[in-house]
């Protein structure tokens, strides 16, 4: 069993103003479970732009747009003089990291695997040429050097990877900073009836969120290389890298 929500609240209040986002859905959980109980599951609202911002102005979401602009670091850090890369960021990156993958890069797409949060991006993306939001379904296969993945693999889900796989080029590298699995993020998440899509069992409900080695192995499955996750630093979440493989599979003859 969690945590009683009195106690939940108190620990999250104690580390305000910065766990603000945290605390209100805290809060709401009351009104919203109770609802949920009432009228059953209900499908994801539209987001917002300015709620997916705000998002992204936590300390962990902050820690994770921090791993993943040094892996974009150590990825330009290899490209040949003169090289330039075409990168794929799922998620709200902010302008610095934007600004920073333009130094290098002939192309940004931000994009993500729910279209409307693509469709949302999209309202107040920042105006910087090469930079532009584009749906996942609209890309073109083997497209990109990278792709950096912003707590987004909870939303592709595993049977999602293939497609990062065949978006990627051969000995493309890519880097996801995700969120662990979390009681708070089941309970508020939770009263979306996607969220529990690969729930197999009645009574042993299974969330979006994956650990960082579960990632792992889900995007080896999936065909990439060297898959391996370590944990942030604070412990609220994971790195997990992997790559494409240099060559593409070969076809077999029957």
């Known amino acids: 069993a969690g945590p009683e929500l009195p106690a939940l609240t108190e620990a999250l209040a104690a580390a305000a103003p910065t766990r603000g986002l945290e605390i209100m859905q805290a809060m709401a959980l009351p009104h919203a479970l109770a609802t949920s109980l009432a009228n059953g599951l209900v499908d994801a609202p539209a987001p917002a732009a300015a709620d997916l911002r705000a998002a992204e102005r936590t300390p962990a979401a902050e820690a994770r747009w921090r791993a993943l602009t040094n892996a974009l670091d150590a990825v330009q850090a290899r490209l040949p003089d003169g090289a330039r890369q075409e990168v794929l960021i799922l998620g709200a990156p902010p302008p610095a990291l934007l600004a920073r993958a333009m130094t290098r890069a002939a ?10 949060r693509v469709r949302a991006l999209a309202v107040d993306a920042p105006a910087i040429p090469g930079v532009r939001c584009t749906a996942l379904a609209d890309l073109e296969d083997g497209a ?75 995007l080896a499955d999936a065909g990439f290389a060297g898959a391996e996750g370590d944990a942030l630093a604070g412990g609220e ?18």
């Open 144 to 218: 990109f050097d990278l792709v950096l993945c912003a707590d987004a693999l909870h939303r592709a889900g595993e049977d999602g990877l293939p497609r990062l796989r065949a978006l990627l080029r051969p000995g493309g590298a890519l880097a996801a900073a995700e969120r662990a699995p979390a009681l708070l993020d089941d309970l508020t998440e939770g009263r979306v009836a996607g969220w529990w899509r690969d729930t197999v069992a009645a009574d042993f409900a299974i969330g979006r969120r994956r650990a960082g080695a579960v990632w792992a192995a889900a």
């Open 107 to 116: 192309r940004v797409v931000i994009s993500d695997p729910d279209p409307r």
């Open 237 to 254: 979440g994971a790195l997990i890298l992997a790559a494409a493989p240099d060559r593409a599979p070969q076809a077999v003859e029957t």
